[in-house]
């Protein structure tokens, strides 16, 4: 007898019993103030991944050795903010009693504060490092505190003062970047210089590594709703990830691809290669 | 002395003080529940207007004859529906506290209601006229009350059962049809037939007229969010249009266009044409 | 605990055993002549299918009342003909074998005579209804006798003389048109005249109803890979498809949406309203 | 031994002496005031030709019976309208000297003028059919007075009152409405009521037939620098070709195809159907 | 009481009496060779900048620190070169007479020469840089002299020869080339080295800075007409302006955005940055 | 009197007899197990080439002073693999037999093969240089050993092991990669790193050089089907030709080439500029 068609990311085919990690999509971009449609990133991801290989060059390494469980996108209500978030965070909270490792796929960058609730209630300790072209430290945007532009200032107001690292950061108002500087945050504009030297004092913590694709430069992944010009090459992103994985990794997450507005599918691929080489890089 | 850059929709160049009619942008599309978009439709379509001849033929008319008045697009946060209404609702209110007739460009449909609080509360005896392909009926729309699938509904609410009525509906789940039937609204499946006995029964009484520019066939308008084939042709919908421009409209919208699901440019041309023949019809 | 992700065509969630109709995807192009790519309208269509309504306005009928079973897409290889005809019909064979009705998504229009030649084992009396723009009656195409310009003339050779009715064709050599009018098949030029007349004909007899989508006009359908303009409209096609739906179908399919070409996504959301209707008027 | 790419519409494969029809495009868009792009047509007309079948279900003529000579494109410096037209007069010329029917693609409609100069040398007492979305009669634009929003009224002046026959019109300022209300023209809006008598009218004499494809409806021809919604259906457009194709054509263009506006390729293939059957109900 | 609609580049809201720069846009593309389209850059571009940070963390400056207008868009005839040009020329005439910075956004380069016409009679000393991925060196274009590919040689014709500093040139025929070499102009092929040499002989002169955005290389600005691999990466662009910056700047622009040609807008967000560095830099 | 109209790749106007080059398309893409569309490659490379200069500013070389011949298209039927390999591989032969160098413009990789056969014939000690993103070296793709990603394992198979130098792979499955490592080939990750020294070892042996583009870095070229990122830049790619041109090339082509994936424009751009550079390098 036939069973109805099952759908995940090639290679993330286990089940969720055997499964060290979760993927799950968090298809939400409500507070998006420009262009939306990340909503649509992991169902097109999902779709376009039977079109990569399940082998790394650069890692040697391949999906297929090691057990992850695809638990699909969450549906969650578009308008609400704070439910969605909450939705979010049960998710990953259950994913978390499980001794498994949540990686989310966004969605607009707002979802991360879901998941990161949820792995703070069992870390008090948690750090955060943080690869993005914008700063998201706003006190809020146009009065709304749940805001794609704020994540990262509501993470730190969670968390405390100087447990997030910041990499690839170009841009943000002034009062972002003065922020960073009073010592909310530990921010590194444009690129990764100084992530080694980050890795090496966070050893042994429980670290959550979110990764806003907009980091990228623009040539490499047009597909994002904000871009913005001057960003690091793939290479510099792979690197920089596989330097982060050393670490006590509790939760993860990619997020900002918007499928559509790079109709080559060229940035969809890219995320995808970016997930891959995450995932092996997590896979010990 | 050189003033700053000015732009309006073509032909709308009154002051305020001397327009009859007020245009304003409602850029809100946070609760649309499959592609986003609608909140660029006011910009793109003030952008595109020059394109426009202000000349109908239909109705041998000339924007340039009338007072129009073109303010803006109002700044909304996206991700509170609720404040974006009221805050839609407040310059609605200002409008008409002015006398004048305000015509809102959306958005998703739901921003519908914002400015329908706004003229209920003068005119108590409200009548809608709505053109769509979509019931927008549901109690909710995953928990959500204030839905771009519920806006209607919403309205019902608010101004009374056998108030409303729908044409041109060929999308909804079964129980909206159920609430039509039930009396709640009157609703007119896939076309126009009966229009003009409505028109004719409603003769004197206060009118607000809502068109969501699905109504028309999907080759029509491809440029909306969920697309639904089987709608009315473009000279329906006008003929339609100069039919309702007989009673006293009080209030009235355009919405869900989609500017970049269409890159021909062809919605927008189409939607603005709408508008052209809407604005005209109500300059007498 | 979790099971994998699933995914179905909207209101297609039935388990195979309880299923009347077995909806699959046949993701093949190999013979395309012009632009390929309808390999990807069943991936797509199910993909978006979470946009559209299961309930019809037009029968007052909704998927979730019938058990309709979803067996996902065949892995076909592209660049052998016979190999995936042949797998295609080992999976209609199959579906056949359990007594149930096999309703295909191409892919291009070649892929019916997989599932053609599977009916007829079954029903040696078998009949054709052919919905199309292009006659597709070709001896060969380039010296290629699996061609999708040649589809209808391998069904005719495989049924025999008489049995197949061709509607709404307007593309093809002279050949072709000649091919038909010397009694091979009964072909009806440009619209459905005489459908009415045809179906009272058969009455009883086994019918196979194959639908290219290009039989709609290039306003409503543009997303095809050879688009013929001076096509049926959207509500002729449902009349059409509910008028054939009265005969015995024993085996039906859906081809030639090439989702990319429409980057609206409006022919997408077309097809998917044709499969509801085509799938409603089935389920009795 | 090989000779080089040659590359024709399809179907136009003629020596030029066997020849009693000429194509030649004129890739010249400098005055396009909204969107350029028409300059693409003839070139990516010709291109996607091969994908068009030489016969016509609609008047049962084949390309391949008669004698097409494809001339190519001519090339025209951009910037430089006056330039341009003398070089578009000084071909259709020298093919009107050897007997033969120039059939021009554009381009933007300001080409016209060109043809039409050296057909209105040979025959003064020229008659114009003119199908459009577009009045074209303006005095000028922004002071230009060759300029594809005046090509019309620099007809009008060069073969005098009363010979124009305008249908399908429905944009234009009231100025160019009232230039045709006195005479200057005949102007039908919209559609082609009364074709038929203009066509008896005209029997004998000597008729220049030009065709903005923009008189279609915008559904049917998003592909054209300025859309215009409300217009005629194909199958109108193709009925209207076959009755004014009795008269005695002496020179002819098809124009403002923008093919990058249309990316599904739709509007191209319909171009290419309109070109197909005028060109053979031009072959007697 | 409502002032009518105000649409600025961001940041750029000052009135013209304080202002020290005034931006105006040069919407003029009719002597475009290949694609066609610059005419809309700088409307996209106004319309997208309210997605971009008016702070720089490039140079910790923020463009609501200082004091630019915006003075829209020049209302250009197409298809007439030499009175666009003279357009133009009066409209930063008035600007220099005021003693405020022209910064022209172009449309395609030919605009260029209308302001340097301008600057030059103000300044009789004026040298310009240059950068391009074309060396617009040709004598004429298909014999027109006023052509975007001819705009830099009629500045050197105008200004004298050794006083035209060009960056980045990959692409010209070979006259052009050897025009450069001939000592007309200073030609640097694919990038700048030699730029800090260039000015610091350039000190305390009058220079005009002319960016074709086309510099850059094709990956980060594929939103352009003629688009030319091996070029400049955006760091090394805002490094080199910078440098450019510190020179006595009396007239600048930026050209050659073609938006329509990169959909996922891309382009114009690079363009909008370098923009922001360019008025940032010239901001003392 | 007129001829028929000719089009070739700019600059390749040769007659056969006087060429020492002979370039011609190969637009096959059946076995494309991803997105295809290659097919289209070299039709659009020629139709656009007009947009290109014929003199490279790397080499200081013009292709007007060379004898370059373009044969056009092969009319090759699509699904049957082996019959298209063996026309391409005919046309081959007789160039060859000419004495003349083929030059094919694919068309998905698997093209290469045919002509491979025909200077293997020819060139019995063979070896082959292949810059690629993949490894191409499966030994069959759902049972077909004919496909796009087994190409090179075939080419091994027929000229023999150790004279295949493969560089800038970085996506295969493992056992792609592990084929390479038994020494079938020599394979370089990513790069180019040790072609100066595979280029020295080869002097005078007769080389195949195929260049599948996706080798490319997928910003640099995102119009392919199969996309990978982390590939060369332009720059790389040009000195990897240069460098490769100094050996005793019999054969090559350029190939994955897939326009309409990028609708930009700038893959064929950068195609048509690598073509340009590989022409210019194999002229002595």
């Known amino acids: ?39 649509f990133a992991s169902r097109v991801m999902r ?19 090691y057990n992850i469980f695809d638990g699909g996108d969450l549906e969650l209500a578009f308008g609400n903010s704070r439910r969605a978030l909450d939705d979010i965070g049960d998710f990953a909270r259950s994913v978390l009693a499980d001794g498994k490792l949540p990686l989310m796929i966004g969605g607009e960058h707002l979802v991360t504060l ?25 006190a809020d945007y146009l009065g709304e505190t749940l805001s ?10 969670l968390i405390g003062d100087g447990k997030i690292y910041q990499f690839g950061i170009r841009s943000g108002d002034r009062e972002e970047f003065n922020y960073a500087k009073e010592g909310h945050t530990t921010m590194r504009r444009f690129d990764f210089v100084g992530l080694s030297e980050v890795v090496a004092s966070l050893k042994g913590l429980p670290v959550y590594f979110t990764i806003d ?42 997020n900002e691809l918007s499928p559509s507005l790079d109709q080559s599918g060229a940035s969809t691929a890219v995320a995808l290669k970016v997930l891959r080489e995450l995932l092996l890089s997590l896979c010990k």
Chains 1, 2, 3, 4, 5, 6 share one sequence.
């Not at 779709?47 to 050795?65: I, V």
């Not at 040539?219 to 330097?243: C, D, R």
């Open 114 to 138: 879901g998941t990161v609730e949820a792995v703070f209630e069992k870390h008090p300790d948690l750090h955060i490092i943080h690869f993005d072209a914008h700063a998201d430290l706003r």
């Open 1 to 39: 007898m036939l069973s109805r068609n099952i759908e995940t990311f090639i290679g993330c085919e286990s089940e969720y019993d055997e499964a060290s990690i979760v993927i799950f999509g968090a298809p939400f971009d409500s507070t998006t103030s420009f262009r939306p449609g990340t909503r």
């Open 148 to 157: 794609h532009a704020s994540v990262i200032r509501r993470c730190n107001e």
């Open 47 to 65: 779709s376009e991944s039977f079109g990569m290989e399940t082998f790394s060059p650069y890692q040697d390494k391949d999906l297929t050795d």
């Open 213 to 254: 694709l907009d980091v990228l430069d623009t040539s490499v992944f047009p597909g994002t709703g904000t871009q913005e010009a001057g960003g690091v090459t793939f290479n510099k992103l792979i690197n920089a990830i596989l330097l982060v994985s050393d670490l006590n990794i509790v939760g993860c997450d990619i």
